[in-house]
């Protein structure tokens, strides 16, 4: 039973196209992007559509690109009470980036967010969890640009991003708070309960035991986040996919929507600023 006031369960949304997906670059060429069929407003949609029938309010971690492109979604997103934040211009790797070019993906995904949902946008997530200790500058990087928080790290045995042995509690980094997805350590080993791939690929009871478990700590709060793509079992899907790729991308991909409006009407969320906005100072 949740006793504290308030909701303790974050929710969020990377808001990116199917074919941004990083798993997938080698079949989506980035100069190919404006030439494939865009899906994101319309999965989007169904997102919100799903929020608005359970009462629930998201953080959504937008991208550059998107907003350049879709300004309406973003003007929904605010209008329907949701907080904006950014997930970077175009979906790169901060640690494929260099100091220099990623201050300026900061700068200019802020930009565009800011003028499309005319609200300020002090939120960060690094696409595929992508801050780590070849990042040494990112903390400070987003401190200069002008945001408070990051949600850029899952700490967990991944190939594709997560430190196993990263900081799973909320900490102060260079003057940002960094939130990281939520994870249940069992014997020593942060196990994935809090949405992404592994909200689709492990069972569903296991999200829900996860997340009642994690607020039993007092003053303990959840991270959990998900993709448009992940409630559009219609998108297209490239021919010779690896098994992994396969498994990680499209399992479950029909049944996500209706496994999420469970959890959303199981437990009360909110939008991160406001479920942590004691460790945000506000
Ligand atoms: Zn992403």
Not at 34 to 53: F, I, Q, W, Y
Not at 58 to 79: C, K, M, S, Y
Request: glycine share 8%.
């Amino acid at each position: 039973m949740e006793t504290e006031p308030g909701a303790r369960h974050a929710m969020s949304i990377d808001v990116e196209e199917f074919f941004q997906v990083w798993a997938l670059r080698n079949h989506y060429a980035r100069a190919d992007w404006d030439r494939l069929p865009s899906r994101v407003v319309e999965s989007t949609d169904r997102l919100l559509e799903l929020m608005g029938a359970t009462g629930t309010h998201a953080t959504f971690f937008t991208l550059g690109w998107v907003a350049e492109r879709h300004p309406d979604l973003i003007r929904r997103i605010v209008a329907e009470g949701h907080e904006l934040a950014s997930h970077g211009y175009d979906h790169q790797l901060v640690r494929e980036m260099s100091e220099q070019a990623f201050r300026e993906d900061l700068m200019r995904s802020k930009d565009l967010l800011e003028q499309a949902g005319k609200v300020e946008v002090t939120g960060y997530r690094a696409p595929n969890f992508s801050i780590d200790s070849s990042t040494p500058w990112a903390y400070e990087a987003l401190l200069d640009a002008g945001y408070r928080y990051s949600s850029s790290s899952h700490p967990v045995a991944n190939d594709h991003y997560g430190d196993v042995r990263g900081e799973r509690h909320p900490h102060r980094r260079d003057g940002i708070v960094e939130l990281p997805v939520t994870v249940l350590p069992v014997g020593g080993r942060n196990l994935p309960c809090a949405g992404g791939g592994y909200f689709r690929i492990l069972p569903y009871r296991w999200t829900r035991f996860a997340l009642a478990r994690t607020v039993r700590e007092p003053g303990a709060r959840t991270m959990f986040y998900l993709h448009p793509w992940e409630v559009d079992p219609g998108q297209p899907r490239p021919d010779r996919l690896e098994f992994k790729t396969r498994i990680r991308h499209y399992t479950r991909l029909s049944k996500c929507a209706s496994m999420l409006k469970d959890l959303m009407q199981r437990f009360t969320w909110d939008r991160i600023d406001r479920v942590y906005a004691r460790e945000l100072g506000r």
